[in-house]
Nanobody, 119 residues
């Protein structure tokens, strides 16, 4: 089992910045992916950014150039630096941890943190 604890959400004006953190604990495998998803009211959950344990990153087109994902493998923690926030970034942000055991993928989720961007 893996537990994820998120922090850093809040209310910010458009153009502002926030930094999300997510600490993983439990049975952590050395090879894993961590990332951030978000879900706005009435919409499906979508990938925001992901990073492998080797440091490869992937971003949604809507956040490229504004958001930066990073991780500290020694602390099993992933970060999301969000700059130049827009009202359309308003959503609940969920941390995700994924690893593979043999051919099976296992996904774990944080409880979610609200990000609200006012215009």
């Amino acid at each position: 089992q893996v537990q994820l604890v998120e922090s850093g959400g809040g209310l910010v004006q458009a153009g502002g910045s926030l930094r999300l953190s997510c600490a993983a604990s439990g049975t952590i495998r050395s090879i894993n992916d961590m990332g951030w998803y978000r879900q706005a009211p009435g919409k499906q959950r979508e990938l925001v950014a992901a990073i492998t344990s080797g440091g490869s990153t992937n971003y949604a087109d809507s956040v490229k150039g504004r958001f930066t994902i990073s991780r500290d493998n020694a602390k099993n923690t992933v970060y999301l630096q969000m700059n130049n926030l827009k009202p359309e970034d308003t959503a609940v942000y969920y941390c995700n941890y994924r690893h593979k055991v043999f051919m099976n993928l296992f996904d774990y989720w944080g409880q979610g943190t609200q990000v609200t961007v006012s215009s």
